[in-house]
Nanobody
Framework: QVQLVESGGGSVQPGGSLRLSCAASGYTYCMGWFRQAPGKEREGVARIDTGGFITSYADSVKGRFTISRDNAKNTLYLQMNSLKPEDTAMYYC??????????????????WGQGTQVTVSS
């Protein structure tokens, strides 16, 4: 069983930046970041393969967010730049225990963190 712990959330003005981190207690395969705003479904934001070489982004964050991982530290990151009010949500990291590349579907992930809140407001 792998535990995931997110950090780095907070409040920021539009146009600002935040860097989220997700520390894993053990080895993980493909990983992803998801977010959920009040009254909305959880949506995939970014995903990365086991080796950290292949990434994919939701259209809404492409060009503004960057996902990366440091496997030596068992840590996943999400650099978020040019933040917009519509980016406000609870952000979750997720990991698979067997897939090299994860689909967008939340059901494809075996482990989830508790989430970290990101609020973008002036």
């Amino acid at each position: 069983q792998v535990q995931l712990v997110e950090s780095g959330g907070g409040s920021v003005q539009p146009g600002g930046s935040l860097r989220l981190s997700c520390a894993a207690s053990g080895y993980t395969y493909c990983m992803g970041w998801f977010r959920q705003a009040p009254g909305k479904e959880r949506e995939g934001v970014a995903r990365i393969d086991t080796g950290g070489f292949i990434t994919s982004y939701a259209d809404s964050v492409k060009g503004r967010f960057t996902i990366s991982r440091d496997n030596a530290k068992n840590t996943l990151y999400l650099q978020m730049n040019s933040l917009k009010p519509e980016d406000t949500a609870m952000y979750y990291c997720a990991a698979s225990h067997g897939r090299t590349w994860c689909p967008w579907t939340p059901e494809s992930y075996n482990y989830w963190g508790q989430g970290t809140q990101v609020t973008v407001s002036s």
